[in-house]
């Protein structure tokens, strides 16, 4: 049964195909859907199209459904092909007449944009709250380990001293530039397509403010036609956010399983976050960070995915954007999961004191005896030029560095900035208005 069925049915084989995967996607849509639909029902309400009655009926029923998927109760059923039939038919089925009523004035086309905005709102606050996490943890051992020197790399060679200070940190701020990315898709996402209807608006003379207000949106998608045009759009939008997020947690991933080589031994870990082989005894993987660093290129690709999908459709909705759910939504589940075991890695992972001792490193200090033969007054090229003959002739020595002949400008191993960089971290979480959004959402419930 659908809820558009007129004297025809079609093909099950063209019910089984275009319902797709529709109805396990749509289940992370209920609540959603109900908030929306709650939300429509205050507004039919307020400008006449229903009674006081019946609204309070269908809000009560709705508030049910909405306690019954809170408690994992919630299914939709093989005969229905999505959530909003699902919740329409339980509706009728209590309210008989009233329950009909309660597509007044929007279409599916709406329905599910609106289901899509809040479902990524939901999303985006999740992922904020790991993200903070892993910043946090970042920074901690930014500080705890800003005494430790590592060597930098240039073109896989040796190039500079670093430090695991510089090194965790460089990741911390990474975040930043990521959440201010997430924060920007954020505001694009939070405007009510709601009253769009199927792309032309309604005859019905509904008022689009009081669902905004309702829902918590910033604001409204205003013209109706483009209402429907950021179907796909915000999908997009978002996954690139999701993308940049994926590159820093891969790059990280990777320097993780390189450091931790055994002809790097900058770092391990302790045996039981590790996996072993079927037939080297002595191996210890880190088969975590493979899978991270696997999973985040995945999400890497999504942009591009999703943009394939929506290449040269005009304007208006088409059944196309039904299989962007399949690309995007195991997404957030992925990144979020990436992002809890690597907090873990780098909870317990041990850093190796001295290795600049090494003296395959004695290189690495070069451009600080530049830099000492430029404080005494030679010019940069002369200098470069008698330290580049001293290694070509095997006479370079290398020589003990302090702290502030590492660097002290801001930026550098003796001055990581870290308290900046959170401080532009919190300004930017601050940017998003969950408080405001939550609370809205709440009096739609309570």
Not at 150 to 169: E, I, K, N, R
Not at 172 to 201: C, H, T
Request: a positive charge.
């Amino acid at each position: 049964m659908k809820i558009w069925q007129k004297k025809f049915d079609s093909l099950k084989i063209v019910n089984d195909f275009t319902v797709g995967n529709d109805r396990m996607f749509d289940l992370q849509l209920a609540p959603f859907d109900v908030l929306g639909s709650i939300a429509h029902v205050m507004m039919l309400s307020k400008v006449g199209l229903i009674n006081d009655k019946e609204k309070n009926n269908l809000v009560l029923e709705l508030k049910n459904i909405f306690n019954s998927i809170q408690k994992n109760q919630f299914k939709i059923d093989e005969s229905v092909e999505d959530i909003h039939s699902q919740i329409e038919f339980i509706l009728t089925k209590k309210l008989g007449e009233t329950g009909k009523k309660i597509h007044t004035a929007r279409s599916r086309n709406d329905q599910v944009l609106l289901d899509m905005k809040l479902f990524l709102r939901s999303e985006i606050e999740k992922l904020t709250i790991s993200i903070e996490k892993l910043f946090n943890i970042l920074q901690r051992q930014s500080n705890r380990y800003k005494n430790y020197l590592l060597p930098g790399y240039t073109h896989f060679q040796v190039a500079m001293p670093s430090s695991f200070g510089l090194w965790f940190g460089a990741y911390a701020e990474s975040l930043v530039d990521d959440l201010k990315i997430l924060e920007n898709s954020y505001k694009i996402i939070n405007q009510n397509p709601l009253g769009s209807a199927a792309g032309y608006g309604t005859t019905f003379r509904i008022d689009r403010d009081i669902t905004t207000k309702l829902l918590g949106f910033s604001s409204l998608n205003y013209n109706s036609v483009y209402a429907q045009m950021t179907r796909g759009k915000t999908e997009k939008i978002i996954s690139f956010a999701l993308s940049n997020f994926a590159d820093t947690l891969s790059k990280l991933s990777m320097d993780l399983v390189l450091y931790a080589s055994q002809n790097f031994n900058f770092v391990s870990f302790p045996n039981n976050l590790t996996t072993g082989s079927s037939i080297m005894p002595h191996k210890k993987n880190l088969d975590v960070l493979e899978l991270i660093r696997a999973r985040t290129n995945k999400i890497k690709s999504l942009p591009n995915e999703i943009a394939l999908v929506l290449t040269n459709l005009p304007s208006g909705y088409h059944r196309d954007f039904q299989v962007l759910k399949e690309n995007l939504f195991p997404a957030f589940e992925m990144i979020n999961s990436s992002i809890e075991i690597l907090i873990l890695m780098i909870e317990n992972i041990k850093i190796e004191k001295n290795i600049l001792n090494d003296e395959k490193y004695r290189y690495i200090f070069s451009v600080g005896e530049i830099n000492k033969l430029v404080d005494s007054g030679k010019s940069f090229r002369d200098a470069y030029k008698i330290v580049s003959d001293k290694i070509e002739n095997n006479e370079f020595i290398r020589t003990k560095f302090d702290k502030t002949s590492l660097g002290s400008h801001k930026g550098s191993i003796g001055n990581l900035c870290n308290t900046e960089i959170k401080k532009e971290f919190v300004k930017t979480l601050s940017q998003f208005p969950f408080k405001k959004v939550n609370s809205s959402l709440n009096n739609i419930v309570l």
